[in-house]
């Protein structure tokens, strides 16, 4: 599975800005999606994860309320809408994929992993 992740850029403070993850390969299988970040001098963060069938998804809680996750399978595309955005979020934005779901909960599990996208918050 390859992963192209695309949307970032510089936004001011309360601003927003969606991120696209295109996936390709074999993506016959059933594959949840998601989004972590890396700040520089930080460890890679959690930010969002969504099944495979859309039904289920989960978010940091530094983010719930202004972030949403989507996928569109037909177009093997998973999306990360973020509002209200902060100078914290800042980062660099990470699409991955893995089979299972809870492999989510630790980047160290995660199976395929996407380029960076870079995102800047001014204030």
């Known amino acids: 599975v390859q992963l192209q992740a695309s949307g970032g850029g510089l936004v001011q403070a309360g601003g927003s800005l969606r991120l696209s993850c295109a996936a390709s390969g074999r993506t016959s299988g059933v594959y949840a999606m998601g989004w972590f970040r890396q700040a520089p001098g930080k460890e890679r963060e959690f930010v969002a994860v969504?099944?495979?069938?859309?039904?289920?998804?989960s978010y940091v809680d530094s983010v719930k309320g202004r972030f949403t996750i989507s996928r569109d399978n037909f177009k093997n595309t998973v999306y990360l809408q973020m509002n209200s955005l902060t100078p914290e979020d800042t980062a660099v934005y990470y699409c991955?994929?893995?089979?299972?779901?809870?492999?989510?909960?630790?980047?160290?599990?995660?199976?395929?992993w996407g380029n960076g996208t870079q995102v800047t918050v001014s204030s």
């Open positions: 969504i099944s495979w069938s859309g039904g289920s998804t």
């Open positions: 991955a994929a893995d089979r299972d779901y809870s492999d989510f909960d630790n980047h160290r599990t995660v199976s395929y």
